[in-house]
């Protein structure tokens, strides 16, 4: 679905326009991959970023594509500083794939789809219980999991819930208490080692009760 175009916020101001940017939003939320088109020559603004984030909070798989590309002068500097920006400002969809092409030339644009099936397969993956336990036990031992309230919390095991994004539930005691920074470090290590670049993932934490504990 072809929505219209989104215009910074402080120039949308006609019925008609707000009722675009709203379809565009429902599409967004109904779609499966989104294709963020980003002027090429003007680069990443602040409202793409928020596009991008509420992308990644509606779960979607996406693409950021780089229309203009036959009007940049200085085309390295235009890709390292979108790289740059989606380094710093979009860490929770690290690798996100970036295609550059030109709509007037038509040069580049048959990588657009390819990027799309590929992002799309990511999105849909499962991972092997057993594999996934074999990440797990080694990313603890190589980063231990921390010490909350002056007990070191003890991780068990891990299971994918679904895909559509990729979704996993982590147990163990005291697993609902597992600081933010070392989920960044899961789900870093998730992505790296499984090859999921690009996608949202969900990583959840569930206690499990011990039943010494009142013993």
């Not at 707000?18 to 565009?24: D, G, L």
């Not at 090859?195 to 959840?204: D, E, F, H, V």
């Amino acid at each position: 679905m072809d929505t219209a175009g989104l215009r910074r916020r402080a120039r949308i101001e006609a019925p008609l326009e707000k009722m675009s940017v709203s379809a565009s939003l429902e599409a967004l939320k109904m779609a499966e991959v989104v294709v963020l088109t980003i002027d090429a020559v003007l680069g990443l603004h602040d409202q793409d970023l928020q596009i991008a984030k509420l992308i990644e909070r509606e779960g979607r798989a996406c693409v950021i594509a780089l229309n203009k590309w036959d009007a940049v002068p200085d085309r390295n500097a235009a890709r390292k500083a979108v790289s740059d920006r989606l380094e710093t400002s979009l860490a929770q969809m690290k690798g996100i794939p970036v295609v550059t092409f030109s709509a007037l030339t038509g040069a580049g644009i048959d990588k657009l789809l390819p990027a799309v099936r590929k992002v799309h397969a990511t999105w849909n993956t499962r991972i092997p219980t057993g594999e996934l336990n074999r990440w797990f036990e080694n990313a603890l031992t190589r980063h231990q999991a921390p010490l909350v309230q002056g007990r070191r919390l003890k991780l068990r095991y891990i299971t994918q819930a679904k895909a559509r994004p990729p979704t996993f539930i982590a147990f163990g005691t005291r697993a609902e208490l597992t600081p933010e920074d070392y989920q960044r470090y899961l789900v870093n290590s998730l992505r790296e080692t499984f090859g999921l670049p690009g996608t949202p993932i969900r990583l959840q934490f569930r206690g499990t009760k011990n039943p010494f504990a009142e013993h």
